[in-house]
């Protein structure tokens, strides 16, 4: 045993030596705000309406006016599709019932199993910083696993190769699905959209006669990012889709004007 605990330690010696200097002092940085982040998005309020008759989620205006919003939202099924009958409550638009947490979120997007908390309005942008971390820490990582494989070693360090080569498989695996993941929230944070209306648009009454290339909740691929990186978590902003007709006009519109439109 002690013989195996002597040769992993002088293989994470040699890592340690690939990227000696400045390169390790800011990957031990790196690896800490990864965990750090993990943390703070795990342990943030993703949205939850938690009070339903205190209406904290309403934004300026009084409450009949945003009662009122959530009315045109759902039309004739307003009692159908905006109660929650697990809560007790009335849920603006976007938001949605977790299983999981035994919430309603607000702007719900998924329940993450990793962090074990959901996505929603108030974590989704701390979630994808997590993801842009994590990448760049797995894709670090891979490479310095990479240039200790192309090191020469001696014949007696065999064990070393085979474990530099599962590393690497293993990190393969998981860096091309961090990558897609975190390209696939950058096109959401893009167009004003969530994993949840993206996979089960045809289930959600408000938006399920819009058409799919047309992303309903769109101020334009500017205003979307800026909507979702610096707007204030409270209060919350009930979002009301324009009509078709409007919706139908931002389609044909250039990419210029769609950056502050409508998303291309």
Known sequence: MSRIMNKIFKFLKLIYRKSRGLSAIVYAVLFILTIFQYLYTAASDPGYLVDGERDEWLVIGNRKAQKEIINNAYGNNRNLNSKCFNCNIYKPPRSK?????????LQYDHHCPWLNTCIGYGNHCRFWWYLLEETILCFWTFIMFISSYRTKTSSGLRW?????????TLLFFLLFFLVLLLLFHSYLASTNQTSHEVTRRKRISEIRDVPLEIHPYSKGCVQNIYYFCCTPQVPYEIQQIPSLEILKQREHHSCM??????CC
């Open 97 to 105: 019932h977790c299983h999981h947490c035994n919430k309603c979120i």
């Open 160 to 168: 070393r190769s085979c474990i530099i080569i599962i590393c690497l």
């Open 257 to 262: 004007q769609s950056l502050y439109f409508n």
